[in-house]
């Protein structure tokens, strides 16, 4: 894109963006854009809070949930120039500058970073019987579920299925013992056995790392306790048994980690844009999917989509172009992977650089701090961290009021 310099000197003046997608690629091109405050900035977004997926198994296994939701309001508090607003948007008409939702918005300027969606891949049962942990609602719905199988009095066994063992299902799996352990004893059930399986169709966990990385993931899991299944293909879910390689499996419990799909707005608007054979929209070097609108995230087909890493490069990028008048081409950076498996202790991968241990588990705090200090802010982190002492407790009474369970033997502390 080449831009002589009074349109240059334009646009260094004043900007006026409208952003759809209140996730990683949206908030960090939202901070950026706004840093002139002359720039104006219009946030819709079909929730009022972010939501900082690195977090989210840490949340459903019992930590506090400020650790994973974030209100916008809260990351703008000191950006006047951002509007936020929820809506949903539906539709887009490029040629009139329009975006549909509950309302209409007219832009000049649009970014779109809508995220993925979980899919099931056509798998049988799992739509209606599986948890998830992708969303505030998904990990409620499990920890309710978690609750009531500890507290039902009796002393079945248990068995904890999570499938994909790409790295939300190698994290949960690290945590998802440790938790029920903690509920058990908070409960005082000594009987109810419990297992928790991984179940994986690729030959190795984590199957995009390195084998020596996956074999050390391998290593903690079993140390942990976690009962790893590779090769094993999921046909099929029923309320009490999961088929895998056509034999069932007997569970209440199965968490789906896998599948994802680009949000289903493209595929809804696919004559507005490109799309490739998995349905991401085609962008240009400048990360332009049509006129005047920028694609970014786990949307844009870039070769590192699918990374909140990649989704705040991206954003970083467009905001280069609009808010400074850069004009250089998008460059796809390798992130580097850091896997949490149990507490304080990670495999970190990046290049040639690879290690796991409690240095692994400091690089993510580490990650967390550095790497996503302005879309999770630090004092908000700091409140989240510092309330995990209280934190399982607060899980356990959330669930009580949810399900009206009025036993005084939940009064006492589960401590992390
Ligand atoms: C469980 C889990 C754990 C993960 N852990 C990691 C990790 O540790 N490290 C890492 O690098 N990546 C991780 N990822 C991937 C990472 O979260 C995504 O790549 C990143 O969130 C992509 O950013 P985005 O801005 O494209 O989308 P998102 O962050 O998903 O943001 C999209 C936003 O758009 C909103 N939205 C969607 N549709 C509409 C609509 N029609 N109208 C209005 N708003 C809409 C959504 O509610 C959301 O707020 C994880 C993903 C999951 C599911």
């Excluded at 084998?211 to 899991?221: D, F, I, P, V």
């Amino acid at each position: 894109m080449v831009m002589n310099r009074e349109e240059k000197t334009h646009m260094r003046k004043y900007t006026n963006v409208t952003i759809v997608g209140g996730g990683f690629g949206g908030v960090k091109a939202a901070l950026e854009i706004s840093k002139n405050r002359r720039n104006r900035v219009t946030l819709i977004s079909d929730k009022d809070y972010f939501q900082y997926y690195p977090a989210l198994f840490s949340t459903a296994t019992g930590h506090d949930s400020r650790e994973s939701f974030v209100p916008l309001a809260e990351i703008f508090r000191d950006r006047p120039n951002v509007r936020i607003i929820r809506d949903t948007i539906s539709s887009i008409d490029i040629a009139a500058h329009e975006l549909k939702g509950k309302n209409l918005y007219r832009y000049k300027t649009a970014i779109l970073a809508l995220g993925s969606v979980t899919t099931y891949f056509g798998i049988k049962g799992l739509n209606t019987y599986a948890y998830g942990i992708k969303s505030q609602q998904e990990i409620k719905k499990l920890q309710a579920h978690l609750w009531e199988e500890m507290s039902d009095g009796s002393d079945d066994e248990k068995h904890y299925v999570i499938i994909g063992a790409g790295p939300t299902g190698v994290e949960l799996a690290g945590s998802l013992g440790a938790y029920v352990r903690q509920l058990r004893k908070h409960f005082g059930i000594t009987k109810k056995r419990v297992s928790i399986n991984l179940i994986e169709a690729a030959p190795r966990v984590l199957p995009r790392c390195t084998e020596q990385t996956s074999n050390e993931a391998l290593k903690r899991l079993r140390k942990l306790g976690v009962h790893v299944e590779l090769n094993k293909k999921v046909e099929k879910q029923t309320a009490t048994q999961l088929i895998v390689n056509g034999r069932p499996l007997p569970t209440q419990t199965v968490i789906w980690t896998s599948g994802v799909a680009n949000a289903p707005f493209f595929a809804k608007n696919a004559k507005q844009f490109t799309l490739n054979e998995r349905g991401k929209v085609v962008v240009d070097a400048t990360m332009k999917a049509a006129k005047d609108v920028y694609v970014i995230g786990d949307n844009a087909a870039t070769p590192y989509a699918g990374l909140a890493q990649t989704a705040l490069h991206d954003a970083i990028f467009v905001s280069r172009i609009l808010r400074d008048g850069a004009t250089s081409s998008y460059k796809p950076v390798l992130p580097a992977t850091v896997v949490p498996i149990g507490d304080n202790w990670a495999v970190f991968e990046w290049k040639s650089i690879r290690f796991g241990g409690l240095a692994g588990g400091v690089m993510r705090r580490l990650a967390d701090l550095v790497g996503y200090h302005d879309v999770l802010p630090i004092g908000w982190a700091m409140k989240a961290w510092r309330a995990q002492g209280i934190k399982r407790l607060r899980v356990v009474e959330d669930r009580r009021v949810a399900t009206g369970y009025t036993a005084t033997a939940d009064r006492s502390s589960i401590r992390g």
